[in-house]
């Protein structure tokens, strides 16, 4: 494998793993985590340059935030309103 593409598996690899524990807290209805994760999910993508999927990941953590109560709902609204995703 080419040096270059060490760290491009790294990252696909992570991507997945991220995908799976996704995956896994829908599928056990654990809405905190859900939050967590997505928050996660949001910064992988933030960190890759890709905006609208940080902005994607961070939609979905602040509606599961505001579903299950969590105090991260303020601090991503504001997230998504500094990002111009919200009003």
């Known amino acids: 494998m ?7 598996a790294a990252a696909v690899d ?8 996704l995956l896994e807290a829908h599928r056990a209805g654990d809405t905190p985590r859900l939050v967590a994760l997505y928050r996660e999910a949001a ?15 961070r939609t979905h953590a602040y509606v599961f ?5 969590d105090t991260a709902a303020d ?3 504001a ?8 009003e």
């Open 2 to 8: 080419p040096d270059w593409a060490v760290p491009v």
């Open 14 to 21: 992570a991507r997945a793993g991220l995908d799976a524990r």
């Open 43 to 57: 910064d992988a993508a933030e960190t890759r340059g890709d905006a609208d999927a940080a902005a994607f990941y």
């Open 65 to 69: 935030a505001l579903q299950c109560g």
């Open 75 to 77: 601090a991503l609204h």
């Open 79 to 86: 997230e998504l309103k500094a990002a111009g995703r919200e």
